[in-house]
């Protein structure tokens, strides 16, 4: 994929993810969603994030201003490739180092999102709709780059992405942590969702959203 230029962005580009990028990438992550944990506990957390979501996509862009990673979208159909295999084991590895902190209550909340989200996806590939073949597997924007139109275009990439794969359609998962206005402005269809944490006294629900090509 090109490196291309984004117009109306100071020196931004588009391009595609590269193994030095690692930290990086685990470095936004934790920017974004694991701001409430201790430095430990978002430092590994962001490594098995980004690890993972590595280990199950095909496309893989990132947003670059002026050096530093500011944006990325990451997308798969549910199949591993065999050359993710490195980021498998980072997987692993960090989680078994996760698991080792016994008592962290942020470990176990963070599970209860992804456990439900799963829950959500599997029901989603299982059923007919057209649209479970492909997933926006990672989305994640620098907050203080949020406005400049850097979502957006990387959307953009994406979806042009999955109309080269002849995709008729692509879903995707989030929460009600997540500015999911965007997605509504972009016309997606909410398709389901769940409670995060059924048997506690305060609500969080995840969703997924889905739109046709």
Known sequence: MPRTRAPKTNDLICRPFEPSDFDAVCDLIAKVWHTEGSSEEAFLSSRSDASYYLSVSQYLCVAEKNH??????????????????????????????????EGSRYYELNYQYIKTESKLIKAFRCSNDPRAAWEITLFCID????????????????IDFFISQNARGFFLATDDGCDFSFYDYKGLER???AEVFPAEDYSETAYLYALDL
């Open 143 to 158: 907050p203080q780059e949020q406005g400049h139109g850097i979502g957006g275009l990387l959307f953009s990439k994406v």
């Open 68 to 101: 530093k990673i500011v944006g990325l979208i990451f997308a798969g159909n549910g199949e591993n490739n065999p050359t993710t295999k490195p980021w498998r084991l980072i997987k692993v590895s960090a989680q078994h180092l996760a698991e080792a902190l």
């Open 191 to 193: 398709v389901s969702s």
